[in-house]
């Protein structure tokens, strides 16, 4: 079965880095891309990018351009999302999830991690 | 950016309800639209893609239908393992956007 789970809780200090582990199981890594999703405290759900498992390309919500990072390591079936300049309102639970493509020519994210709270505090 | 206004925001319920809830896009998506549900301190769950799909293992009791730019989820009859959180997200554009959500609570 699918699965996709991910690195535990972390606390950083503002202007700190964070790196996010997704290691998946149970399908064809390289067939799919890994998109990141994050949601702040009591809040609704804020797409951040994408990458493709098979090449590596990348899309990045703009907001987030030039502090994200999104890597894949096929070796081990993990995905990484680095963010940086870490921000108090950076504070949210991270999600990875699954890119599926249907034949049908329509996405959606089909299969996703438990999720990762990443606090920022002083 | 595509906006996506979900309403009611809060919707309560009881066991057996039809339950009805709306996304309304600022712009046309075509069908690129998917339906979420997230209980509490879990991750969301997929429920329906291209607006009226229904993905594999869903209880049929959910549906997904389209009107030009509204969209819409019914809950046929409402069970306890229902009331969640829902939401929809586009997929006709970058950035990929979600709607604000919709709570669903035992009346």
């Known amino acids: 079965q699918v699965q996709l789970v991910q690195s535990g809780a972390e606390v950083k200090k503002p202007g700190a880095s964070v790196k996010v582990s997704c290691k998946a199981s149970?399908?064809?890594?390289?067939?799919?891309?890994i998109t990141w999703v994050r949601q702040a405290p009591g809040q609704g759900l804020e797409w951040m990018g994408w990458i493709s498992a098979e090449n590596g390309n990348t899309n990045y919500a703009q907001k987030l351009q030039g502090r994200v990072t999104m890597t894949t390591d096929t070796s081990t079936r993990t995905a990484y999302m680095e963010l940086r300049s870490l921000r108090s309102d950076d504070t949210a639970v991270y999600y990875c999830?699954?890119?599926?493509?249907?034949?049908?020519?329509?996405?959606?994210?089909?299969?996703w991690g438990q999720g990762t709270l990443v606090t920022v505090s002083s | 950016d595509i906006q996506l206004t979900q309403s009611p925001s809060f919707l309560s319920a009881s066991v057996g309800d039809r339950v009805t809830i709306t996304c309304r896009a600022t712009q046309g998506i075509s069908s690129y639209l998917a339906w979420y549900q997230q209980k509490p301190g879990k991750a969301p769950k997929l429920l329906i893609y291209?607006?009226?799909t229904l993905q594999s293992g869903v209880p049929s009791r959910f549906s997904g239908s389209k009107s030009g730019t509204d969209f819409t989820l019914t809950v046929s009859s409402l069970q306890p393992e229902d009331f969640a959180t829902y939401f929809c997200?586009?997929?006709?554009?970058?950035?990929?956007?979600f709607g604000g959500g919709t709570k669903v609570e035992i009346k």
């Open positions: 999830a699954r890119w599926e493509a249907f034949w049908s020519g329509y996405y959606a994210f089909d299969y």
């Open positions: 997200q586009q997929f006709n554009s970058y950035p990929l956007t």
């Open positions: 291209a607006a009226s």
């Open positions: 149970g399908y064809t890594f390289t067939k799919y891309s």
